[in-house]
């Protein structure tokens, strides 16, 4: 089974709601990403967690915050978005941190697709 | 910075078709990968590829990493294979996945 599941698929929200972004892999990676994608640009990278820490932030604004309970599941929390952070928004996992001298594959889930007003 | 670079930036086929996209790197990677972005917003894996050749049915994949490029081959072309063809990138020592713009194709029928 190579399934990252990704719930809610649509996600509205205004500017002052707080929300979460949920992903959920059982492939045992103990990798796993958050990736934002704006419309006709590729995915770029945001968070990385191994084994449960985080390793990798990308100057990505406080207003995004990453969670990772556990090595199955990856949280994203969003609190007083703007407008422009309207995006799908992809999580990922692979079986150990890709480079760094590891190569790993990595797997992708649905998206959620996020409207802030 | 390091640059991936994808061509072309648009693709347009008659269903039947055969087609070759290309991916240039700019540094050594560790991982190489090729997905295909269906119009949901779902990303495909098509192939893991750092380096040599492999085929999966209709399509194939060549990396030579000491020249830096890759090759997705698409024969026969199905209107299903329409979407966005992406190569993403891990350079050697180096954690962050770095993307290319993409190749968007449309297959008529």
């Known amino acids: 089974d190579t399934e990252v599941t990704q719930t809610p698929k649509h996600l509205v929200m205004g500017m002052t709601n707080k929300k979460s972004l949920k992903c959920e892999q059982h492939m045992g990676h103990r990798a796993m990403y958050w990736y934002k994608q704006k419309a006709k640009k590729p995915p770029e990278l945001m968070f990385v967690y191994s084994y449960e820490k985080l390793s990798i932030n990308e100057s990505v604004p406080s207003r995004f915050s990453p969670e990772c309970p556990n090595s199955s599941l990856l949280n994203l929390h969003l609190h007083a978005l703007q407008p422009e952070d309207s995006a799908l928004y992809l999580c990922a996992s692979s079986q150990g941190l890709a480079g760094g001298g590891g190569s790993y594959e990595q797997y992708f889930g649905p998206g959620t697709r996020l409207t802030v007003t | 910075g390091i640059q991936v670079e994808q061509s072309p930036p648009d693709l347009i086929l008659q269903e039947g078709a055969n087609s070759t996209l290309r991916c240039n790197f700019s540094?050594?990677?560790?991982?190489l990968q090729w997905f295909h972005q269906n119009p949901w917003g779902q990303l495909i894996n098509l192939f893991y590829i750092p380096s040599g050749t492999k085929q999966n049915g209709r399509l194939s994949a060549t990396t030579v990493a000491t020249e830096r490029y890759s090759l997705l081959y698409i024969s026969s072309s199905q209107t299903t294979d329409s979407g966005v063809y992406f190569c993403a990138v891990v350079y050697t020592g180096g954690f962050k996945t770095i993307f290319g713009a993409g190749t968007r194709l449309f297959v008529k029928a």
């Open positions: 540094d050594s990677v560790n991982n």
